[in-house]
């Protein structure tokens, strides 16, 4: 089985620092690595993904992440946040061939502060 | 391109009762996948759809249940209510295989 540790509950920040959400993975298997970011009061919305190439994954708004295949670790970064950047992010797996079901992290509250 | 969409957005019900969400997804999409998040558990994975054949399931009693009709859209149902099943239960579509899951807005429900 899979699974997902994200070690930060909540981030505060200040608007324009740079900021890194850390993710750390388990798993016997190789897995696909995404990112999604929601909200309040709506769905999930992909941030990037990792499924094979180069370990630096660039995504929308800003954000970027990299495969860490030895330390088992996906940390997502943004050089520079903004107020609009405050939402929960998570971190999920899921198997590589093994259909859509996503394992998630338990989220990391991204507070951005003026 | 319409998104996910899913009905209703709100629901309340009481203990025992059961209920039905709709999920319907992208158009060309074939799967469907299904969530539940609490803020107890987390996000945690129902089970899959694709081409109207249940593909995966996740650690959910027998009172859980979905289909997926020829039109990929999908269902979900949850029998016998428990105080417990209160959740956002999220949609996601998806064209295949670990292709880009696209959510919808959720359905909160409610169970009192």
């Known amino acids: 089985a899979q699974s997902v540790t994200q070690l930060d509950s909540q981030v505060p920040v200040f608007e324009e620092a740079p900021v890194e959400l850390r993710c750390n993975y388990s798993?016997?298997?190789?897995?696909?690595l995404f990112w999604y970011v929601q909200y309040p009061n709506q769905g999930l919305q992909l941030l990037l993904k990792y499924l094979s190439g180069s370990t630096l994954v660039k995504g929308i708004n800003g954000f970027e992440a990299e495969f860490n295949k030895s330390q088992t670790s996906f940390h997502l970064r943004k050089p520079s946040v903004h107020i609009s950047d405050t939402a929960e992010y998570f971190c999920a797996v899921t198997v590589t061939g093994g259909g859509n079901k996503l394992t998630f992290g338990t989220g990391t509250q991204l507070k951005v502060e003026l | 391109k319409a998104g996910v969409t899913q009905t209703p957005r709100y629901l309340i019900k009481t203990r025992g009762q059961q209920v039905t969400l709709s999920c319907s997804p992208i158009?060309?999409?074939?799967?469907v996948s299904w969530y539940q998040q609490t803020p107890g558990q987390g996000l945690q994975f129902l089970f899959e759809?694709?081409?109207?054949?249940?593909?995966n399931k996740g650690n959910f009693p027998g009172r859980f249940s979905g289909r997926q009709f020829s039109n990929s859209r999908s269902e979900m149902n949850v029998s016998t209510l428990e105080l417990g099943d209160s959740a956002l239960y999220l949609c996601?579509?998806?064209?295949?295989?670990?292709?880009?899951?696209?959510f919808g807005p959720g359905t909160r429900l409610t169970v009192l």
């Open positions: 158009s060309g999409h074939r799967s």
């Open positions: 996601a579509s998806s064209l295949g295989n670990n292709n880009e899951q696209f």
């Open positions: 798993s016997s298997v190789s897995v696909y």
């Open positions: 759809y694709f081409s109207e054949t249940q593909r």
